[in-house]
């Protein structure tokens, strides 16, 4: 790897993980005018907030009313109680251009127990890292190895519908963040809800997501042996491990609400001719390391078989200084076809991340 990219690469991944230098707290830099306090940094596991899926991507993460099916699991769990039958979802993120940043993720729903059960898995990935020391911080003279720095989760939920208009959904998550031999290791859980008013199309969505445990990084590359004598020929090599500091989850708060504007009995532009439909969905995520943000998208659909997305999210913080490129705009596109009495979908999306150029999400999704 280039040590231009692996600078580049090394950014990228601060950002990600939230760990900008200006992060507020103890031992941090003073705030000025120019940088203000914030809550950036003060958490773990901050890849738990990049929307999953190319319908998310492409709505700017303004989906926890309107979402459905196994990708629910990463949303709101609630929207999980959707699926009729066997469902999959799956799909690859390539983060921030050519930096090598690469995010997978998979899920299934399954209708049992007179609702839905579900499990899921999402990763990151920085790329391969070379390995450097002290004395040979441009990598080992004799060839030296690559490390990666990787973000996991898998959970496993359940979701039901209620009532006609209203469903819930809740799951457990297991969530390890690190590199080989020094990683940290937390429990969570969420829970959400969407609800159907009936009026003019309106549909509410909430959750809350990854309340849990408070965890501290643990390895071999945090242990030392260290010999202690008492002053005679007595020696003792005893294994010790570096205190580190106990790291919180990111908890985050969704709340959206969508309309069908055109396209069901229900909406407010009336039905139409039954081959476009349009939902416009307004959404505010609020969490303990970040401000809180604002999004707006549009979804229009031709005959239940073509999809062009678009939005906006306004992320109420300095991302795009320095930059002239845009921050938080996306659109993509979706295709839906019956196979076999299942529906198979492809989604593509495209978001401008600012100086880090762009996320591009393919995901690919069958059940019904």
Known sequence: MHFPRLLGAAGALALV??????AQGPGGLLPTPQDTPNRQGTRGANFLHLNVGARMGAMAGAVASSVKGPVAWFVNPAGAA?????SFAAGRQNLY??????????AISMPT??????????TLSSGDILRTTEANPFGERLGG????????????????RLTDRLQVGAQVKFIGEGIPDAATKWVAADVG???NTGLYGLTVGGSISNVGTVGKANGALLTRVVSTTDRTNFQENRRVSFYTTGVELPVEFRLSIASDLLGSANSLLGKGSGNNTLNL??????????STQYAIAAEYGYKNLLFVRGGQRLYND???RGTTNPVGLSGGFGLRLPVKGRDVRFDYSYESAGALQNIQIFSFEVGR
Not at 145 to 160: L, M, R
Not at 281 to 290: I, K, L, Q
């Open 113 to 122: 127990l007179g609702g839905v059960l579900g499990v899921h898995f999402n």
């Open 193 to 195: 809800t969407q609800f």
């Open 281 to 290: 969905e307004v959404a505010v995520n609020e969490a303990t390391d970040f």
């Open 17 to 22: 993980l939230g760990a900008p230098l200006r």
């Open 82 to 86: 959707t699926s009729e039958s066997f």
């Open 318 to 320: 300095d991302r795009n």
């Open 145 to 160: 190895t690559n490390f990666q720095w990787t973000s996991t989760v898998i959970g496993a939920g359940y979701a039901k």
């Open 97 to 106: 251009a050519d930096l090598g940043l690469a995010q997978s993720y998979a």
